[in-house]
């Protein structure tokens, strides 16, 4: 059970790293379907990011690792990041295919950018920082999930991440924590289910939600 005085420690802590807010949810709420890594072998230029298959649990394994918690902290980071219609809809096309429009190519740069940052700076370190609180709390098999590819390997000024992927041992295998999709996660269903409104997609200037959930019990 999560006391009220713990989950109050754990959302001021989570506001404090950077988060909008962190809410707990019943971990039976998460809702998990084997065709979800169907988007990280095909589309996702990540995939091979040692957070993300095939270096994770199987969804199948995960699964049953899920049904072993009762809780899970959702946590909505913050971004400064906006997204115009025509970056929103092809953010992943632009990233193997950049756009021959120097307006358009620098918008795109800005934006990788941004999402590199801010999961470097914030949102991984600040996942680790809440999951590191809930062990001190007692939780002692509490994990911490990313939103996406690992970017602790991102090079200086962000433009790209140098992750070991197939070719060597990662870089950081104490702090690396398995992707959110990668697990078979359905983030959508999930905050639907929670009755969570999501950002309409593709976006028109807006800022896309940035989540990672820390597995509790």
């Not at 009762?70 to 997204?83: F, G, K, P, R, T």
Request: glycine share 6%.
């Amino acid at each position: 059970m999560i006391s009220d005085a713990n989950l109050k420690l754990l959302q001021e802590k989570a506001k404090k790293l950077g988060a909008n807010e962190a809410i707990l949810i019943p971990a039976t709420s998460i809702v998990v379907e084997n065709r979800t890594i169907l988007k990280c072998i095909f589309g996702c230029n990540g995939w091979g990011s040692r957070v993300c298959p095939p270096f994770i649990p199987t969804v199948d394994e995960f699964r049953k690792m899920l049904a072993e918690y009762q809780w899970a902290l959702l946590v909505d980071w913050m971004s400064e990041n906006i997204l115009s219609r025509e970056i929103s809809e092809n953010f992943v096309k632009y990233g193997v295919s950049p756009p021959k429009n120097n307006e358009l190519r620098e918008e795109y740069q800005h934006a990788l950018k941004t999402v590199i940052r801010e999961r470097k700076q914030r949102i991984q370190p600040g996942s680790l920082e809440l999951e590191k609180l809930a062990w001190v709390l007692g939780y002692n098999t509490a994990l911490a999930t990313v939103p996406g590819m690992c970017t602790w390997c991102a090079n200086s000024d962000y433009s790209e991440v140098n992750c070991a992927r197939f070719k060597d041992e990662c870089h950081h295998p104490t702090i690396r924590r398995p992707c959110i999709m990668g697990l078979g996660i359905r983030l959508d269903k999930t905050l639907e289910k929670l009755d969570i409104p999501l950002p309409d997609f593709p976006m028109e200037d807006g800022t896309p939600k940035q989540y990672t959930l820390i597995f509790l019990d």
